[in-house]
């Protein structure tokens, strides 16, 4: 895995070294102390207690942006890592989860191009929870990823975006497929008023499945394309509307038509910020299926204490509504505090609930003391 970072990181070293115009570094290194109840979402009754025991996560996250500009063009370089070490390995692993991520922008008159580039390891456990209210095993997926978008102003108030992607999903797990998606779409954008705008969007993707759960078909292909349009107005200076709806087509020999959709308000005063958001997707997952389709709900409120100190509180649900259903819910909080211009001091709860099909639900929470490192200009 190193070495194909490695090689991913030398020949943007290079790009960036030709762009001396402007240049910043910034460097995040948030360091926690985790303690988790029932990290693995074992159910009451379900197994022995030990499965449903405690354990204490120390964790460090350092973060690096190198971001260089030119005169029509923007490089920016990120590298990142969470290493964790737990207390109780049974419960929770020891991770190194390296990332790195490229993005060359070049700007024309009425055009944008961007090239971009990612690889990244996640703990499955966490992006399964997040994405489809599943409870996973404690394993890892590395994901590589590159793309191309190029969008153009048509008129001044039109404009043409098209985008192109391949992505590589892999797991250190029988349980779940490693994948191969390659896709692309078209964007037609147009504004109406001075606040609000839509935009008409055609989508399609090909997922070639490498492997079965169960020992079935390999290379099993699977395809999905969507229409979707979306509106968003600013309804003042402060608060932004988002709605988007249309319709998904998935599967790989029996294809069948989902609705798709959502709506997202955001909101921010001079002390409280807000999110609210709901949608339906159909994303790709390691399962043989391909493709599942999720309802995700999300709350967040950001409120100002004082001019060092912020508290954020939220609550979300991540719901499958295709295969295996599962749902999970998470309700959290956190304060923190600056301490000076570099070092911040931060405190959190939170509580997850989660269940597969009719099994009961179970319970986990966890609370989390931490110091974060900031250096905008490294």
């Known amino acids: 895995m190193s070495r194909r970072i490695v090689s991913l990181l030398v020949p943007s ?3 960036c070294a030709c762009l001396p115009v402007w ?4 460097l995040t290194v948030p360091m926690e102390v985790v303690h988790v109840s029932n990290p693995n979402l074992v159910p009451q009754g379900v197994g022995d207690d030990s499965s449903r025991g405690s354990t204490t996560l120390f964790r460090i996250h350092p973060q690096y942006t190198l971001q260089m500009a030119g005169e029509a063009s923007r ?4 590298l990142g890592a969470q290493i964790e070490r737990s207390s109780d390995t049974a419960l929770s692993a020891n991770r190194n989860l390296p990332s790195v991520g490229v993005l060359w922008e070049g700007r024309g008159p009425t055009s944008v191009i961007q090239l971009r580039a990612s690889l990244a390891e996640a703990s ?3 992006t399964e929870f997040a994405d ?8 890892t997926q590395r994901t590589g990823s590159v793309g191309a978008t190029w969008s153009r102003e048509l008129t001044p108030n039109t404009g043409l975006e098209l985008a192109a992607f391949h992505t590589r999903v892999k797991y250190d797990t029988s349980t ?3 994948y191969q998606e390659t896709g692309g779409s078209a964007v037609y954008r147009w504004q109406v008023s001075e606040n609000s705008r839509y935009a008409l969007t055609a989508s399609t993707a090909r997922q070639q499945q490498e492997g079965s759960v169960g020992g079935g078909v390999s290379n099993n292909r699977v395809s999905r394309t969507g229409l979707v349009l979306g509106y968003e107005s600013e309804l003042s200076e402060r608060v932004t509307l988002a709605i988007n709806v249309g319709g998904v087509r998935a599967g790989s020999l029996e294809k069948r038509t989902r609705s798709v959709g959502g ?5 921010e005063g001079e002390r409280l910020t807000y999110t609210l958001e709901w949608g339906v997707d159909v ?12 309802d995700n709900i999300g709350v967040s409120l950001g409120y100002t204490l004082t001019a060092a100190t912020s508290l954020t509180l939220g609550a979300s649900r991540a719901r499958a509504l295709s295969g295996e259903r599962s749902q999970g819910s998470l309700l959290y909080a956190q304060i923190r505090s600056e301490l000076s211009p570099f070092w911040a001091a931060t405190a959190g709860l939170e509580h997850r609930r989660a269940r597969t099909g009719s099994v009961p639900f179970a319970r986990g929470h966890s609370v989390t003391l931490g110091l974060v490192y900031t250096h905008p200009d490294f």
């Open 283 to 294: 994303t790709a997952d390691g399962t043989a299926r391909g493709y599942t389709r999720a």
């Open 124 to 126: 499955t456990r966490e």
């Open 23 to 26: 240049a910043q570094n910034t």
């Open 13 to 15: 070293w290079i790009v």
């Open 263 to 267: 709506i997202r308000l955001t909101g």
């Open 176 to 178: 779940a497929r490693d």
């Open 132 to 139: 489809f209210g599943r409870v996973a095993l404690d394993s």
């Open 75 to 78: 490089t920016e370089l990120s």
